[in-house]
């Protein structure tokens, strides 16, 4: 039996009293992930991206381990959320408008000292500062480097359209206006290259492809690792009390953790490993993260038709977008229809073995957007569900 078909009588069982749609996450396979990031990072701390796992049970899971510190949030309000719940290290990875967030940030001095606000802009702390309403706890504020590669003299632009700070004398003029500010605290520095750690350079059945991705990646390692280190000269002239400098993504973290100049990494996706993040050559992950859903129709031979599914990923629309049958093995969608949002057909010899109610087991294509899908995950070990733990969903939080 394949390790794939094992796990299949695995989750099969540990389910078995529950009826589909199911969310579970293999506690296995999480912790597996969760020690192999550590490894990569080579002795610097993971700051844990919740975007990826929308679950506090598993945020706390993992934050348990050692090798892990901090939260990357992604909206104002899920920060102070977390900082309530007992979470102490937040780092807001986007700059908010969220004006009541902020004027809760501002009056309250736990919450005050917990989180971290993204700031990349000068009118962005003229916001801040017009949302305290008379809060006057200190902001602690970190700034983020755009760390896109220009090609042709900038003419070609590879990577996320996120910070307009590229220069160190960019940065270096806004850490200077934070710290002319009352009211603010420079604390950190966060350079995100997408482009290296969210694109994967071992694309099934694209060899020249992924061989372009390879040279383009390591071009932009050293071109950022360069200039990285000079922004981060640059700031600490001004700001010399800097706590953090923050970079990384799961598919880059041993490289990001190379650099001298990096004292912690983001990850996150790499706890569950969504199908997006099969095609490294860097690392392997274990899938962790699966959904399940009921067959609920016969239509012929070859195929079945399961309930729902049709849960596509955010992101430039594609099939890579979409999640993928993954157990039993040998099934496909029907390319004229493709997953559905109440019913989806599903092709393959192998459909003539499953009955009305049996499972099929689902890959979604990015981590934690799985959990908008879902009030609650099964964790398993082995083959039965030791807890149930409450998504954000499930706790009557949707924050984007």
Excluded at 26 to 52: M, Q, T, Y
Excluded at 280 to 299: D, E, H, I, K, W
Aim: charged share 25%.
């Amino acid at each position: 039996m394949s390790d794939r078909a094992a796990d299949r009588v695995r989750y099969d069982r540990a389910t078995a009293h529950l009826d589909a749609p199911v969310a579970i996450v293999d506690l296995e396979a999480f912790d597996a992930n969760a020690a192999d990031l550590v490894r990569r990072a080579g002795g610097k701390p993971i700051r844990v991206a919740s975007k990826s796992v929308r679950c506090r049970a598993l945020l706390e899971r993992v934050l348990g381990r050692d090798g892990f510190a901090g939260i990357m949030s992604f909206t104002m309000a899920e920060s102070l959320w977390l900082a309530r719940a007992g979470f102490n290290d937040i780092l807001l990875a986007y700059p908010s408008a969220d004006r009541a967030a902020f004027a809760e940030l501002a009056g309250d001095p736990k919450l005050a000292g917990a989180a971290t606000v993204m700031v990349d802009d000068v009118a962005q702390l003229d916001l801040i500062d017009a949302s305290r309403g008379g809060g006057s706890e200190i902001v602690r504020v970190c700034l983020e480097l755009d760390t896109s590669l220009r090609l042709l003299g900038g003419r070609v632009r590879i990577g996320a359209l996120r910070s307009p700070l590229r220069e160190p004398a960019q940065l270096a003029e806004l850490a200077r206006e934070v710290a002319r500010r009352p009211g603010f605290r420079l604390v950190g520095l966060m350079a995100y290259e997408g482009h290296i750690a969210g694109v994967g350079d071992s694309v099934a059945g694209r060899p020249f492809r992924s061989r372009a991705i390879r040279l383009m990646q390591a071009t932009a390692r050293r071109e950022l690792a360069t200039r990285r280190a000079e922004v981060v000269r640059a700031v600490r002239a001004v700001a010399p009390g800097l706590e953090f400098v923050n970079g990384g993504g799961t598919g880059s973290v041993q490289h990001t953790a190379a650099e001298e100049s990096v004292t912690e990494i983001a990850a996150g996706s790499g706890l569950f490993v969504p199908r997006l993040f099969d095609n490294y050559t860097s690392f392997r992950g274990r899938p962790a993260a699966l959904f399940a859903q009921p067959v609920v129709r016969r239509p012929g031979v070859g195929i079945i038709t399961v309930l729902g599914g049709g849960y596509p990923a955010s992101g430039a629309a594609g099939p890579d977008r979409l999640p993928v049958p993954y157990l039993p093995e040998g099934l496909r969608y029907d390319p004229q229809e493709g997953p559905g949002e109440v019913q989806t057909p599903l092709i393959g010899s192998v459909a003539d073995d499953l009955l009305l109610g049996d499972k099929v087991w689902f890959r979604h294509a990015k981590a934690g957007e799985l959990c908008e899908r879902f009030d609650s995950l099964q964790l398993i070990e082995g083959d039965r569900v030791v807890s149930t733990a409450p998504t954000y969903r499930g706790e009557g939080r949707t924050f984007l």
